[in-house]
């Protein structure tokens, strides 16, 4: 990690730029006086002691001498325990006043998610989240993007499925693959992903680096045709390939797979 890298991770922590500078200067040398600390992390002079009286006050640095006044700073190692605490009580306390409100707001049951990183980080999000089965349409890039929480899934023993046009080694799972070259793809298709997460939340959408745009819901019509669709190219690969796919139907269309050999069993007499 790199210094700025350290700044940046400060500031989204809540430390404003120029507290951000000092703690980090203080990491680097201490203790050290205001009039140090301020040309080390190039903070002016005039705002050096109101910076350093609230980091203070916050318990992040400590005066260790008087005459001149030195500071030094709180250990990395305390650090984290400090705004681990931090946090999670602030977040209990906004979980508690949510559930407190009277009346509670309407829930929103349809995500759009814009940007390739967002649209990716939230098919993480819902596959570490997922309890009991992941169904997963995708190209080998984001597959490849994906695969560390795919893996995780497989560990946790979770039904995992996934269909690719593309070419795909090493993914855990049920995986039902043409083994196209994903290039020759891309010359006439754009990338797309579709997952369902335990026949309950569903992500679909493109999932190009330069336009990305998805939608992520739990509405039960929109799961359904996404259930469909998986298992519609799954059927068509594996009646060109020969494959057995009937284990992975009927994980993924239940009960409505069942039901309809009847009906075709009675069409033939």
Not at 171 to 194: C, Q, T
Request: net charge negative.
């Amino acid at each position: 990690m790199t210094r700025d890298d350290i700044l940046d991770s400060l500031t989204e922590l809540g430390f404003s730029t120029n507290e951000a500078r000092a703690y980090r200067g203080l990491l680097v040398e201490s203790p050290a006086t205001g009039y140090e600390i301020a040309q080390r992390a190039g903070i002016p002079r005039s705002a050096i002691y109101a910076v350093l009286k609230r980091l203070e006050d916050g318990g992040l640095v400590a005066r260790v001498e008087e005459t001149p006044a030195r500071y030094a700073p709180l250990p990395p190692t305390d650090l984290m325990g400090v705004l681990r605490r931090r946090f999670d009580g602030s977040l209990r306390s906004l979980d508690d006043a949510i559930h407190h409100m009277r009346p509670p707001p309407p829930p929103v049951d349809l995500w759009n998610v814009t940007g390739y990183e967002e649209v990716l980080d939230r098919a993480e999000s819902l596959i570490q989240a997922a309890e009991k089965a992941i169904f997963l349409s995708v190209w080998r890039r984001e597959a490849a993007r994906l695969q560390p929480a795919l893996e995780a899934a497989a560990k946790k023993k979770l039904k995992l499925i996934t269909f690719s046009f593309c070419a795909l080694e090493s993914m855990p799972g049920r995986v039902y693959s043409y083994g196209l070259d994903e290039k020759d793809l891309e010359a006439f298709w754009k990338h797309k992903m579709i997952l369902v997460v335990d026949h309950g939340r569903t992500l679909m959408g493109g999932a190009e680096p330069d336009k990305s745009e998805a939608v992520v819901t739990g509405h039960p019509a929109i799961t359904e045709v996404a259930l469909n669709n998986i298992a519609l190219d799954i059927t068509l690969l594996t009646q060109r390939k020969k494959v057995d796919a009937t284990e992975s139907m009927v994980d993924m269309l239940g009960e409505r797979l069942g039901s309809l050999d009847p009906l075709v069993a009675k069409t033939r007499r």
